[in-house]
């Protein structure tokens, strides 16, 4: 990735939740076997609560964080941003006051712009295909600029990849200190293979999601190349070969740090040596993105998925029916489980893992199903909340 010169916090000058949250040697072994994941995240972590980040206050970000932590049942991940706010106490509105004292976290806002950051923030985490360009329009009628509002979506976004991460690896401690009790969980069996389908490369539309090619409009405008910044020049050329000419990379590219950041974890979830096939993690990404109702991204990694396993019979089954996906006990272990982590992260426990386990999983590679489900939480809100999917 290319490096910027711009003076920034570093990953030092923060406290990672993750490392207070997720504690034991058991937890701590499992991070270990992908620390360039754990580092990454941590890398973003500074990049979207840097004090210094201009736009958003620093209060609005980790109310807005502690609303979607909150609303997502990680009461731990809710705590650390709640408790991150409250030395910002004599520095906030009444309006901030109040969000930061309610017990709830859909408590309403006399301030037209925290309310429509917290209504967004609120929006994403509940219903993220529910979201359109209107809702767009109402952060720019209270006040919020193009990269305001790249760095409420990314940071929306990013909350929803650490609460399926938490919940994920969480679940992992815990299956290790009940397998010595419980043992191997029994493994449903394997689906049929679905039967006349187009041959791998051929075109499947079903239910509105398809395996062709789509483009992606913004919603608001992009960064204009002729007057960008070096800065966000290099962040683009580091980032895809073609996001020049890509609407999500020149919109994103309004806050390049977070940009950069969110390149280099989502890099090292998806191309990582080893563990789960790479295959399978785009399989998991198709599922995640069709429980989340991201046509675009649906499309992308279905596309993979057929490219590396020279088969698209599983796509056929996720589109119509991801519950009942999977042409094997593998496969549909796999799928069921990256469908519960999306669905409900406070839900997700060892039970799904030792189903994994007795599906053959190692440990790794369920810890690299965790990583990918986790991050097409990030990625699906992003497409689905700041441009919409074109169909050729």
């Known amino acids: 990735m290319t490096q910027t010169t711009t003076t920034t916090t570093t990953t030092s000058d923060i406290r990672d939740p993750l490392s207070d949250i997720l504690q034991g040697d058991a937890v701590q072994a499992l991070r270990q076997q992908r620390e360039k994941v754990a580092n990454a995240t941590l890398g973003s972590q500074a990049a979207i609560f840097d004090p210094r980040l201009p736009g958003l206050t620093l209060a609005e970000r980790l109310l807005a964080a502690w609303t979607v932590a909150g609303l997502s049942g990680s009461v731990e991940l809710a705590a650390h941003y709640r408790a991150q706010a409250l030395p910002l106490r004599p520095t906030l509105s009444a309006q901030e006051q109040g969000v930061l004292d309610s017990p709830g976290f859909s408590v309403s806002s006399g301030s037209p712009r925290l309310a429509a950051i917290l209504d967004f923030s609120r929006a994403l985490t509940r219903r993220p295909a529910d979201s359109d360009r209107a809702a767009l329009l109402r952060l720019r009628d209270a006040g919020l600029a193009e990269a305001d509002v790249v760095t409420l979506a990314q940071l929306i976004a990013f909350i929803t990849y650490q609460v399926r991460l938490v919940a994920g690896v969480q679940a992992m401690g815990k299956a290790v200190e009940l397998a010595d009790r419980v043992g191997s969980w029994p493994a449903e069996a394997g689906a049929a293979p679905a039967g006349g389908l187009p041959l791998p490369g051929g075109t499947i539309r079903i239910q509105g999601y398809t395996n062709e090619s789509l483009g992606w409009k913004a919603w608001l405008p992009v960064v204009d190349l002729e007057h960008a910044t070096p800065e966000q ?160």
């Open 233 to 392: 020049l290099a962040v683009l050329d580091a980032s895809h070969p073609k996001a020049r000419t890509s609407d999500y990379y020149r919109f994103l590219v309004h806050q390049p740090r977070i940009l950069q950041e969110r390149s280099v974890i989502f890099n090292a979830i998806m191309y990582a040596p080893g563990g789960l096939s790479r295959a399978e993690r785009e399989l998991a990404s198709v599922v995640v993105s069709r429980v989340n109702g991201c046509v675009y991204c649906a499309s992308v990694h279905a596309q993979r998925f057929e490219q590396l396993a020279k088969r698209n019979d599983a796509v056929h089954q996720v589109f119509t029916d991801p519950l009942g996906a999977g042409t094997s006990v593998r496969e549909r272990a796999l799928v069921r489980a990256s469908v519960d982590l999306t669905r409900d992260p406070a839900g997700f426990g060892a039970a799904q893992v030792q189903s994994l386990r007795a599906a053959k999983l190692s440990d790794l590679e369920i810890l690299d199903l965790v990583h990918a489900v986790a991050v097409f939480a990030w990625a699906n809100r992003l497409m689905l909340n700041l441009g919409e999917a074109v169909f050729p």
